[in-house]
């Protein structure tokens, strides 16, 4: 019988997921919020993922869902798991990836390395938190940010007002996340793998380097990383996947701290983009990895399979054209350097594609990526 896995969302994750699929012989599904989408090639049906009955009509064809995305309502996810559909990760390890306060609570619970944090509810509770940690600190929304959205730096109370008012409007009430504001020397990400049986995969630490908050290169592994550190990177990421119990991808997003210390900034459970170098990079790419474990078959070698590997966003784009316009400049100036789309029309500061370039030497292989990305500038 053909493994048939369904994906809710359609975007470039999805999209990403096709070709392993197609190779191993998954039969690959997804639920598109509308037509034209990145995954458009797999998506068998077109509908909102907030509907319940939309969600559990899709499930019918499948053997497994899973996301590219966090943002289905936990009601939705929960009616899955009652219908007796196989969901990974399952709601009860998704509610961390969607609610940043929760996430936080949980973290300090399994004891996992952290920034100090709190919960505010208005102007006060967030000025007493600034007074206590040198007059500056992140808020967030608690949920539904992404690529900077819903983060700010605030240095005082009255700089939130506006999302207290909203909150305050809400009828349900609600909190922000106030979080120290940490002296990082870089950020990091971890990603792991585990199967539903339990095995675990973890990948080399990557560095990442993020523009107006939104990530823009990943250098595989991170460069003169302390043993020590990549040691604790991968016991922090693999400890959180077993104690909150996530099946499928899941990267920990990473601050390394100017006195040698790893605290975790955020999560995401499903392939990230600080894994997209692994499509040419790795033995066993992430979104092959995660098809394997949300079907609970063994999991790949997620090893190097050369020294360095480095991935560039393509961000914008030409507006005037396609991206494809400039492939024939592309492949012959740097035919080493792998290119991939997401079959999005440009506008600035999208992410539109990515490139990525292996090597072993680190110098040669990120000019290579970052000239490769810049022929789609506009």
């Known amino acids: 019988m053909t493994l048939r896995v369904g994906v809710v969302g359609g975007g ?7 070709a392993p699929a197609v190779e191993i012989g998954i039969e690959l599904s997804v639920l598109a919020e509308q037509k034209g989408m990145s995954a458009k090639l797999a998506a068998s049906a077109v509908g909102d993922y907030h509907d319940e009955q939309t969600v559990l009509e899709f499930a019918k064809s499948v053997d497994v869902v899973t996301f590219d995305h966090e943002h289905v309502p936990q009601p939705v996810l929960r009616a899955l798991v009652e219908a007796g559909v196989a969901v990974h990760p399952g709601p009860d390890a ?14 300090d619970e399994l004891g996992m390395p952290q920034p100090d944090w709190a919960a505010v509810s208005d102007a006060q509770g967030l000025q007493a938190f600034l007074d206590d940690h040198g007059g500056r600190a992140v808020i967030k929304t608690p949920r539904g940010g992404y690529d900077g959205k819903g983060v700010r730096v605030v240095s005082s109370g009255t700089e939130a007002e506006d999302w207290f ?8 009430g ?16 971890q990603q792991v793998a585990r ?6 995969r973890a990948y080399p630490v990557v560095e990442t380097v993020q523009r107006d908050g939104v990530c823009a290169e990943v250098i595989a592994p991170a460069p003169h990383l302390n043993g020590r550190l990549a040691e604790v990177a991968e016991q922090v990421g693999s400890g959180i996947a077993e104690g909150l119990g996530v099946t499928g991808m899941l990267a920990v997003e990473l601050f390394e701290t100017t006195d040698d210390r790893i605290l975790v900034n955020e999560l995401a459970m499903r392939p990230h983009n600080s894994g997209h170098w692994s499509q040419d990079g790795a033995v066993t790419s992430q979104f092959e990895q995660h098809l394997r474990a949300v079907l609970d078959l063994p999991l790949g070698d997620p090893a190097p399979r050369q020294h360095w590997a480095v991935m560039v966003n393509i961000l914008g784009g030409p507006t005037e054209e396609g991206l494809d316009v400039r492939f024939a400049e592309v492949m012959a100036e740097h035919p080493d350097v792998k290119i991939h789309t997401y079959g999005k029309d440009p506008r600035p500061g999208r992410k539109v594609g990515h490139v990525n370039a292996v090597g072993d030497d680190l110098d040669d292989v990120v000019y290579d990526a970052r000239a490769a990305a810049a022929f789609f500038a506009d």
Do not use: N, T
């Not at 979080?179 to 870089?186: N, S, T």
């Open 94 to 107: 998704l509610q961390y990836a969607q609610d940043k306060l929760a996430m936080r609570a949980k973290l």
């Open 174 to 189: 609600g909190e922000l996340l106030v979080e120290e504001l940490v002296d990082f020397r870089r950020e990091l990400s």
């Open 12 to 18: 470039q994750l999805a999209r990403m997921m096709i």
């Open 195 to 200: 199967r539903p049986s339990g095995e675990v």
């Open 165 to 172: 008012a909203a909150l305050a409007e809400d009828a349900r």
